[in-house]
């Protein structure tokens, strides 16, 4: 459960960041819940998976920046973003490399920790805060006394924060991310899925004709699908062979996490839905042993699990769509 666990993680960070890259909202808070949760059940938090925690962490905290209300740490004083530089911090302590960038987000952080206090007129916690973020070093000292200086003015506006704004930081976070993301392409997960396209040959099958003519926002959409399509197989195909070998289903949170927050509707809907050129293929007739193998994969996987019966089963370019009508057929003539 651990380990399946920990394989979980790796994934939820990779969907954070793509999600915090692509400024999708509602996907990011969806894959906020399920990296706490999956952080949340660690026991301790294995060395070779500190900088994914970290980074987890801090995103969720950056994305809240803006929202005082908003509270990470027992301590109300907290800001979020207060709390994000905490995990910022520890991230710096794990790499040896980036100097400038961690050097630029660091200030990032601090200033705009001040800025936003000031921003909702909080004036005098934002004089509180400025004790908390820097040391006594020296090279503290030109940042402090400038934003002392902002503080005393009571004027959001000023030059000083208006060039190192919001915007700013999350284009660095954005930098920082895509670093990241290339240095952990192959997790297990993505490593598992690539096998299993290549041996189902889910890159034909999958959300397949669709037109030439389409703008660069289709495309990216385009793949976007594919991608999320692919990985809710292999995620449920794995964890589906894991369950026969060793894992307790009842009490396993990876399991739970793929039902309920991925959910096999997931991948039914971006096929209904996400595909209009489909409605548009030519229909071929089933055949016979095309039939059997619909049958066979319902009386191993049951009813309504189509995306698993098509990966399982030897169809001529169906979808799990297709598969779910010709059931309904089946039924209706026997």
């Given at each position: 459960?651990?380990?399946?666990?920990?394989?979980?993680?790796?994934?939820?960070?990779?969907?954070?960041?793509?999600?915090?890259?692509?400024?999708?909202?509602?996907?990011?808070?969806?894959?906020?819940?399920?990296?706490?949760?999956?952080?949340?059940?660690?026991?301790?938090?294995?060395?070779?998976?500190?900088?994914?925690?970290?980074?987890?962490?801090?995103?969720?905290?950056?994305?809240?920046?803006?929202?005082?209300?908003?509270?990470?740490?027992?301590?109300?004083?907290?800001?979020?973003?207060?709390?994000?530089?905490?995990?910022?911090?520890?991230?710096?302590?794990?790499?040896?490399?980036?100097?400038?960038?961690?050097?630029?987000?660091?200030?990032?952080?601090?200033?705009?920790?001040?800025?936003?206090?000031?921003?909702?007129?909080?004036?005098?916690?934002?004089?509180?805060?400025?004790?908390?973020?820097f040391s006594?070093?020296?090279?503290?000292?030109?940042?402090?006394?400038?934003?002392?200086?902002?503080?005393?003015?009571?004027?959001?506006?000023?030059?000083?924060?208006?060039?190192?704004?919001?915007?700013?930081?999350?284009?660095?976070?954005?930098?920082?991310?895509?670093?990241?993301?290339?240095?952990?392409?192959?997790?297990?997960?993505?490593?598992?899925?690539?096998?299993?396209?290549e041996s189902?040959?889910?890159?034909a099958t999958?959300?397949?004709?669709?037109?030439?003519?389409?703008?660069?926002?289709?495309?990216?959409?385009?793949?976007?699908?594919?991608?999320?399509?692919?990985?809710?197989?292999?995620?449920?195909?794995?964890?589906?062979?894991?369950?026969?070998?060793?894992?307790?289903?009842?009490?396993?949170?990876?399991?739970?996490?793929?039902?309920?927050?991925?959910?096999?509707?997931?991948?039914?809907?971006?096929?209904?839905?996400?595909?209009?050129?489909?409605?548009?293929?030519?229909?071929?007739?089933?055949?016979?042993?095309?039939?059997?193998?619909?049958?066979?994969?319902?009386?191993?996987?049951?009813?309504?699990?189509?995306?698993?019966?098509?990966?399982?089963?030897?169809?001529?370019?169906?979808?799990?769509?297709?598969?779910?009508?010709?059931?309904?057929?089946?039924?209706?003539?026997?």
């Amino acid at each position: 459960e651990a380990v399946a666990a920990g394989w979980m993680l790796e994934f939820a960070c990779c969907c954070l960041c793509r999600h915090f890259a692509e400024g999708c909202a509602a996907e990011f808070r969806r894959w906020s819940g399920v990296a706490q949760a999956l952080i949340n059940g660690l026991s301790k938090i294995p060395t070779h998976k500190k900088k994914t925690v970290y980074l987890c962490q801090l995103l969720i905290r950056i994305a809240k920046g803006k929202n005082l209300q908003c509270h990470f740490e027992n301590d109300q004083r907290i800001s979020p973003l207060e709390s994000a530089l905490s995990f910022w911090t520890l991230l710096e302590r794990e790499e040896i490399k980036l100097e400038k960038l961690h050097e630029d987000i660091r200030r990032l952080i601090q200033i705009q920790i001040v800025a936003v206090h000031m921003e909702n007129g909080y004036f005098k916690e934002a004089a509180e805060v400025l004790e908390r973020l820097f040391s006594d070093l020296e090279s503290d000292k030109p940042l402090r006394v400038k934003l002392a200086t902002v503080i005393k003015s009571k004027d959001p506006y000023v030059p000083l924060l208006q060039s190192f704004s919001y915007d700013l930081l999350i284009s660095k976070i954005k930098s920082y991310i895509e670093i990241f993301m290339k240095e952990n392409e192959t997790n297990f997960l993505i490593q598992a899925a690539t096998k299993q396209v290549e041996s189902k040959g889910l890159g034909a099958t999958t959300l397949q004709n669709k037109t030439v003519n389409v703008n660069e926002n289709d495309k990216r959409d385009l793949e976007t699908k594919r991608r999320f399509v692919l990985r809710i197989i292999v995620l449920r195909d794995v964890l589906g062979q894991m369950q026969n070998c060793f894992l307790n289903v009842d009490s396993s949170l990876v399991w739970m996490y793929i039902n309920c927050v991925l959910g096999l509707d997931s991948l039914q809907n971006v096929e209904e839905h996400g595909d209009a050129s489909a409605c548009g293929r030519r229909r071929q007739r089933w055949t016979y042993k095309e039939d059997l193998k619909l049958k066979s994969g319902i009386k191993e996987f049951g009813v309504g699990n189509w995306a698993k019966i098509l990966v399982h089963g030897d169809f001529n370019n169906r979808t799990s769509v297709m598969l779910k009508d010709r059931w309904r057929t089946l039924c209706r003539t026997t």
